[in-house]
């Protein structure tokens, strides 16, 4: 039985779709978890415990969990993950990309300047620290501008800013959440920096794929039909297949490509993220793992075109992470489509109606409300979770996303805003 070592932050619901892909695969996964060492096995799924900050000890620790085992490959699901993955699978002397071409990616002042070095399209950008004066930054940027941190993955943190007001308004923000306690817990170095770049116009869209080797493989390009012009950057749908012309979708595999390149990325999934305009590709950021989320579940892939029986994205690089060549899979036909439900308010969720009318419109697969009944919620910019998913399939991506606009509408998700708010 092929055995991989999946390096994840929790045992969430990302986590247990791979779980449930390696059990129909009769693959074994030992989960590698950023958890107390001391506590036994509390989530009862018999992982190794780590501690994403104290890479040393926590690759010497997964040596010795697994000295008596055979270990096939490794799989890590989150950017935090991702290092520490690459060191292990580097100490184990299995493929994998190397661990300082995975710190390059997961960094977004090192990905940019990695990008400029290779002549990609990149707009300005400088790093700032915590404690520097907005209001004299405020005066010697360029407008639109947008605030990033350096730690935070997706748009968490993200803010547009059009002028010195506004500036000076996000700086603040974004340092306040840079200082939470929760933040500060990650022992990040970078917290205590802030990225400002050049505002990129134009439309988004997502790369899926892996590497073989440092052969990139596509699995799906995405569109994202809501546009993403700030303040926040919340992402809401991921359709497949694109709607760009054949000239687009090609330039932004060889744009990709290029990013990966000058990353030093080799062996494993990847996510990149790319807006396009009349100056052409530029790429956002490279992530050396897959979409995050429940999102992996609008693919669907076929082995050839005489095996019509379909695997998910998880069971695709399961198969892949064990040494199994993924080169003949090629995606469903049809449209899928994935929406993330925007949490609207800060605010505990108190109840959610209209599921099922919302699972009986026309082309959605499933609705599946992540978020729990209690729960303490907060959006885009400082929140990093979503309300929940809906999935559609549908004859063309424009029906695809119909339904999933449908079926939102259908949902009401009521939300009592607490008198404080625990960070």
Not at 15 to 43: G, H, K, N, S, Y
Not at 222 to 232: A, C, N, V
Request: glycine share 6%; aromatic share 6%; with cysteine.
């Amino acid at each position: 039985m092929p055995r991989v070592l999946l390096v994840t932050t929790t045992t969430g619901y990302q986590t247990r779709a791979f779980d449930e892909a390696a059990r129909r695969l009769d693959i074994d996964l030992v989960f590698v978890t950023d958890r107390c060492d001391q506590l036994d096995d509390p989530w009862r799924d018999s992982a190794i415990p780590i501690r994403f900050h104290a890479e040393d000890d926590s690759v010497r620790t997964i040596a010795e969990a697994v000295r008596m085992k055979s270990i096939d490959g490794v799989l890590a699901l989150a950017d935090r993950a991702v290092p520490l993955a690459a060191r292990s699978a580097l100490a184990l002397g299995l493929p994998g990309h190397p661990p300082e071409a995975t710190r390059a990616a997961g960094n977004k002042l090192a990905s940019r300047l990695a990008f400029r070095n290779s002549r990609l399209l990149t707009p300005w950008f400088e790093p700032f620290g915590l404690n520097d004066a907005p209001e004299r930054l405020a005066m010697d940027v360029s407008y639109p501008c947008v605030l990033k941190p350096l730690s935070l993955s997706g748009s968490r943190g993200v803010i547009k800013a059009d002028n010195p007001k506004s500036f000076i308004k996000a700086f603040i923000r974004l340092r306040q959440l840079l200082q939470r306690r929760t933040i500060q817990a990650l022992r990040d170095p970078t917290s205590s920096q802030i990225m400002i770049e050049g505002f990129i116009d134009g439309d988004e869209f997502a790369l899926e794929g892996v590497l073989e080797h440092g052969k990139l493989q596509v699995l799906a390009i995405f569109d994202k039909p809501d546009r993403l012009d700030g303040p926040f950057f919340e992402e809401t749908i991921y359709v497949t297949p694109s709607r760009l012309s054949s000239t687009i979708q090609k330039a932004i595999i060889r744009e990709v490509r290029l990013a990966i390149d000058s990353l030093g990325l080799r062996h494993g999934p990847i996510h990149a993220e790319c807006r396009v305009n009349a100056k052409g590709v530029w790429i956002l950021e490279v992530a050396a793992r897959p979409i995050g989320g429940l999102c992996a579940r609008t693919l669907r892939f076929v082995r050839s075109k005489k095996d019509h029986s379909c695997e998910g994205l998880e069971a695709v690089l399961l198969r892949h992470a064990a040494g199994e060549s993924i080169r003949n899979y090629t995606r469903e036909t049809g449209a899928s489509a994935v929406m993330m439900l925007p949490i609207p308010m800060r605010g505990r969720l108190r109840s959610v109606e209209g599921i099922e009318k919302a699972e009986q419109v026309t082309g959605v697969d499933e609705v599946r409300i992540t978020a729990k009944t209690g729960q303490l919620l907060e959006p885009i910019p400082e929140g990093a979770s979503y309300l929940g998913f809906v999935f559609a399939r549908a004859e063309s991506p424009a029906l695809a996303v119909y339904a999933l606009k449908s079926a939102h509408a259908q949902l009401n998700f009521e939300i009592e805003r607490p008198l404080d708010f625990c960070q």
